[in-house]
């Protein structure tokens, strides 16, 4: 089981909104910068959000970031086909002195 | 162009040692914390370990705490991941991944390599 737990899956319509929560605790989240990754098919993890809410540049501003005490959430909007990947979460944990990921979020555009 | 390029991934029966190798260009490798990072197949990301950008400082996962040593070679611009003691459970796609604060650890991962494979078998 991973530190970070996140749902399994999620899906949405192209053009819509979605959601994806990652809930954790005081030592990682809590007191941590959260980062979300996305993992297209075949290729290596893409960072989409750093420090909790910030995009590096080249991505797109459909992509966000929020942090609420030990829960982080990734919304993208404006659904495309192209968004269709794995989805990861990941801090540090000041307990573990240990980076942490979520388990993966599968996100299906319908 | 940033780039980290993975080597010295292949086949080694249970009990064996291997050394992987990440060679950075395009950025300044010692201001920059490092990180390991594995995929088994079909399955989620898993970090392994981290250094600091001197190098003064190492982190592991407690799954490899112990038979994985993480070093670096600021000179050679080259990360390395000594793994012994491997076991088939160890077998993975192994990633390693630049820090994307400058001097600072953070495991904000900005720049990816695209992976060596790990095999574990007799």
């Known amino acids: 089981q991973s530190v970070l737990t996140q749902p399994p899956s999620v899906s949405a319509a192209p053009g819509q909104k979605v959601t994806i929560s990652c809930s954790g605790s005081?030592?990682?989240?809590?007191?941590?910068?959260v980062s979300w990754y996305q993992q297209l098919p075949g290729t290596a993890p893409k960072l989409l959000i750093y420090?909790?809410?910030k995009r590096p540049s080249g991505i797109p501003d459909r992509f966000s970031g929020s942090k609420s005490g030990t829960s982080a959430t990734l919304g993208i909007t404006g659904l495309q086909t192209g968004d269709e990947a794995d989805y990861y979460c990941?801090?540090?944990?000041?307990?573990?002195?240990?980076?942490?990921f979520g388990g993966g979020t599968k996100l299906t555009v319908l | 162009e940033v780039q980290l390029l993975e080597s010295g991934g292949g086949l080694v029966q249970p009990g064996g040692s291997l050394r992987l190798s990440c060679a950075a260009s395009?950025?300044?490798?010692?201001?920059?914390?490092m990180s390991w990072v594995r995929q088994a197949p079909g399955k989620g990301l898993e970090w392994l370990s981290a250094?600091?950008?001197?190098?003064?400082?190492?982190y592991y996962a407690d799954s490899v705490k112990g038979r994985f040593t993480i070093s670096r070679d600021n000179s050679r611009n080259t990360l390395y991941l000594q793994m012994n003691s491997l076991r088939a459970e160890d077998r993975a796609l192994y990633y390693c991944?630049?820090?994307?604060?400058?001097?600072?650890?953070?495991?904000?991962?900005?720049?990816w390599g695209q992976g060596t494979m790990v095999t574990v078998s007799s």
């Open positions: 991944a630049k820090d994307a604060k400058l001097l600072v650890l953070r495991v904000s991962l900005d720049i």
């Open positions: 395009g950025f300044t490798f010692s201001n920059y914390a």
């Open positions: 250094i600091s950008n001197s190098g003064a400082n190492t």
């Open positions: 005081s030592s990682n989240i809590g007191n941590n910068f």
């Open positions: 420090e909790n809410n």
């Open positions: 990941g801090a540090w944990d000041s307990s573990l002195s240990a980076g942490v």
